[in-house]
């Protein structure tokens, strides 16, 4: 599968942005989905994770209650929804794929193809 990141830039802490993840294939509605990021010197962190029809979703603390993930599997797109940003959600979003068909993906280690990422800076 071929994930192409959308919609990252420079906003201003407490403004919003909507990441969008565009896969290639037909078999996407059997991917779970994740997006992770990493902030300069830093490890790559999970941020978010839905199952493959969308009725299970789980978010890193950090981020829940600001962050939303949803998917249409009929464009073969995931999207993150991001309120309320904070200076110390700058990084760069990668979007993934985890093709076991489990629910869902919490570690960055379960997933099999990503994005090239797309940047996120929130400037306070």
């Known amino acids: 599968a071929q994930l192409v990141e959308s919609g990252g830039g420079l906003v201003q802490a407490g403004g919003s942005l909507r990441l969008s993840c565009a896969a290639s294939g037909r078999t996407f509605s059997n991917y779970v989905m994740g997006w992770l990021r990493q902030a300069p010197g830093k490890e790559r962190e999970f941020v978010a994770t839905?199952?493959?029809?969308?009725?299970?979703?789980a978010y890193a603390d950090s981020v829940k209650g600001r962050f939303t993930i949803s998917r249409d599997n009929a464009k073969n797109t995931v999207y993150l929804q991001m309120n309320s940003l904070k200076p110390e959600d700058t990084a760069v979003y990668y979007c993934?794929?985890?093709?076991?068909?489990?629910?869902?993906?919490?570690?960055?280690?379960?997933?099999?193809?990503w994005g090239q990422g797309t940047q996120v800076t929130v400037s306070s």
């Open positions: 839905i199952n493959w029809n969308g009725g299970i979703t």
């Open positions: 993934a794929a985890e093709t076991a068909r489990t629910n869902i993906a919490t570690r960055a280690g379960s997933y099999d193809y």
